[in-house]
């Protein structure tokens, strides 16, 4: 449910306007140097403060609680804690009988029988990230150097020029409204041979983890949905080496659900942000109609601007959990013990 | 990493070539009727057959050999084994020399160290699928009437149209290529409140499940990547009845992760087959240098025309396993026991 | 690793003289009336006070930091913390050069690799039952009034004479040494089917529970060990009513490893506290030889008499998580829905 | 439910009078040498033959399906069937209305609604253990020659001197009773540092395979409940050398749930075959009143006989899991990779 990952294991937890968020990472190998301020970079990378991000301001201080001793880690179980400093609890009572559209205002109400904290979306918001992205920073270091993991901005709604892109969202939030983008991904530097066939191959698990991020509505590896429209001799990717090396990179890295030495690519989609000043018609529980709604609260007028640092996150988490599951070691053919 | 599923959970295994694939179910309730003759319309619907399948014909008989007794499901473990029948092994042994571009050959022989089961792709190969099929009729008996899933062809190489993706084929045939196509997903009748925040979503798993369908490259829910270009204000979709319904989908019936009520709707992007006959450059191993190859033996042109129906087995299993945990009862509400 | 269960699920974490050690706890059911004042009555069960037991003295406040809202669990993950404040650091780091016999100061050296947190046994530490025993109490909750749990000492080193288990305790402390104990537990007021065969068997999950707790070393259910001294015609418990009541209870309630709605009753062996200031010899790894070692610090002369509301704890948490899969409804016989 | 372990994971399935019983097991790593034949040896030390135990003759021949190619293991699922051939069914239909005592009749109907297949004890056979006995097999050859793991009845009927054993059979044979034992079991070679702390503890997940077998009611590990009865100063095990050896070994081989490098021990208690033909009183549900009932069939007097084999491979099971997931590498120290 809210856990994640076989040898690399996440456990989240928190609510927008409880009083903290966190993650309990279990299987971090141990003797990796670790400090708070080494989260702290990719915490930045994901704190509001751009151009159509929310004026929320949060200190967003990691706070290791377990599983570092003497500036490494331990191999027991590393707590991170946050702390919800900037909350305004007022602004979301009235959601209860008007649930925004395209939020999980609703869904979650029932799903709990009214016992749902709604305040700023609760369990549901993406403050939960927070533990993600300080379990992504910990992965990229136990997966190390030789692994390169790197997302950026591909397209926000639908442009795909910096400049266009920053006027668009600058009209978006003139226009109380908010858009969509895309991400892409990268990683670079991994072997051949890390994932397993079917459930757990690449895509599976590295999917399962992206579609967990909120707002994320489409995920595609290589040549992804283009692919459906290739044929066969343009889709497939020569192999040029005796490492793997293919000519052209069509499958994103993958063959059957494995990675064959070239770099891992895949694209993801982020719809707009849900909760829009922009007015809206949508039904009103206690008047039992359709009504205007105007979401008021702070909100990013464009989510995506703040996930690429998650979704390289994603990729970590899911490729350190896979790395580690590759590297068992038959104990047969470990030195022999003593007994 | 062969299995799947929480409450309904699935282990599969086989090669193309081997002796038997097969699945075990766990987590069946009881008392379902069930025979194997029931499981044949799925599978047929899964068979070669059709111009741009494979001339490889199998009798794709379902075997019922636990879990199942007086016509009704017991409640243990229930496996369904096929035989495989019509198999020429020695169609494929020059590919350990030289792995086929866009197949699991090169990556199945590195990840373990020349002990993989080459002929026919081995565990790679589509016939796994089989399993899932079988498990696909079974989880929409659990699910029962009310829930309906139907998925179908969207686009075969670019085309929509019937007669364009049907005079596609035959010049991919003609020209020893392959083609890709799109899928689309429905499934109607589902209550509000199925999936789990976070890594259990509806989305999170139900990629998981379809990203481990060999071909599949893409996965997109409602708008999904065309969300991407829209404002907040075109995508959210108005709840205008206090059930749950909205006026639009862009939602594909999630939100939150979590069902709302509303007909799920998604995407499958499958690549083209890899195999094909067509002639290719590629890394020959023992010759040490790049070289032409022909893929010999018998393959689907267009692989996407038998995914549907496998597809929908993977929407019906994933949404009976959220289904079982979403019902769930509280102890405490049930009636006081004996002791 | 550290996490434990299916539907009510654990993760722990903390050291000993770490900053925090705590507990998330997943798939508590929504609804719940719960406090942090409701926790403390197990919580002080488990600390120590009586003689025999630790004068290290910790306030044990349990703070939860998410998934209750308005006094009510909310469906979302719940998280206990506890801060360690009554910490001594200084008396145990020579144990890194001689470890203690009977403790896990050496294998956890040498599992990782030296980068273990030694202080106070670091994660292997009794204090991680804290979130154990309040994990345990919201279990008690989600089980409801129906059932009913307890457990209590049924011997302390041999004695089982309350009077006569006092004298050996007061003894052992003088002699500088510790005692060990068995704990008799049962839960009475379950229905007759929870369970699942073999793996998740009831005596199997609740081992495997039983075990996690620190120094414990056997576990027996019904007649247990002496049941293997027992004819067939002596054990078999006759059924005497409908209901399924037996005459006698020497399978402890349990047949095929699923409740049969007589009483649940089990012992568990605790094994005497390993840190003990009676001199002892064993093997000084600077000085690279046995030497003579005197443990100084706070402990236990008697960590079962502390063990009961744990063993408790473990019980309720694994009769919580069988009752939340044996109470899945078939999806198909729930109500229809729209779609 | 029917399925265990997270790197070396078992899915059994079968009833007693079904067609097939048997096992998929998932991780077995790539390259071992394996036949049918190497299987043969610890299944015939389980098959029945010596006096007290069933008359029923089953070939027991196991039919390797998936997973071996070439005379190895090729890295995907291993499934191994076992066809049930001596069934006579005729024996068991009365027990529906006059469930056995000491046996899963009852409960079994309770909890599937009376769809179990109550044949034979159906799905709580003995005979699902055959897949374990393979497994065990597989998992000796994993973890090597190294390691060496051996069981042997221990006590029978309270008897452990075994001219007496076999008269105390012969004497319950006679009188169509049946006999409990005790089986001890010990594993040289292990290094120090398998296990991890808490629920993944050797004595954690060990119990909970052994628990997993039918019949198994006790399980102690090193002095167990005589544990219970020493003092901290006679249980300590002294550490005389650098390498963990210690002079006794009153743990049984693990500290801290962490193997410690020397021999683990433990012991398992059987109880008596719960079918007996010795008369017994039970409750009869067509006539509604406690009355006569004689178990007709072939069943062993003391099954505790033919359980040693299975002890065996339980902890081979559990030693390969926890000795692939210590094996694991960290990542960051193998060799770069290209990319």
Redesign the interface.
Known sequence: ????G??F???????SH?????I?I??V????PLSEEELRADLDRRRAGAKGTTPRKESDEPHI???V??G????????V?FRNENTRSGDYSNLVTQ??????D???R????G???YRG????SGR?TLGVVAAGTIAK????????IESHIL?I??HTAPAEMEAAIEQ?VK?Q??????IECQ???????WG??????V???L??????I?A??????????A????????????????????GTN???GI?????????LVFRV????????A?P????H?AD?R?EELVVRGRHDACI?LRVPVIVEAMTAIVL?DL????????????P????
Chains 1, 2, 3, 4 share one sequence.
């Open positions: 449910m809210n856990s994640f076989r040898q294991r996440l456990s989240i937890f928190g609510e409880g009083e903290r968020v966190g309990v279990d299987g190998p141990a003797g990796i609680v377990s599983g001793f003497n490494h880690t331990t191999g027991a179980p590393l707590t804690l649930p925004r559209p395209g939020h999980a609703f869904v979650a029932e799903k709990w029988h016992y749902n904290d979306g609760g369990h549901f939960i270091k136990v997966l190390g150097e030789a692994v390169h397209e709604g639908g978006a226009a409204d908010s858009l969509g983008g895309i990683a670079t530097g991994l072997p051949v041979g397993e066939p079917f459930f757990d191959s895509e599976a698990l999917s399962h983890a992206l579609f967990s909120p994320v509505k489409g995920v595609e590896f290589g040549s992804g949905f692919a459906a429209r290739m044929r066969g001799s343009q889709h497939n990717d020569p192999i040029i080496a005796p490492d793997g090396t293919t069509h499958a994103g063959n059957g659900g494995i990675t064959n030495g070239n770099p989609a982020v719809k707009p942000t849900s909760s829009i922009h809206q018609q949508t039904y529980f039992q359709v995506a350190c790395a580690l599951t590759a590297n068992l070691e038959t104990p047969a053919t470990t022999p013990a003593r007994g």
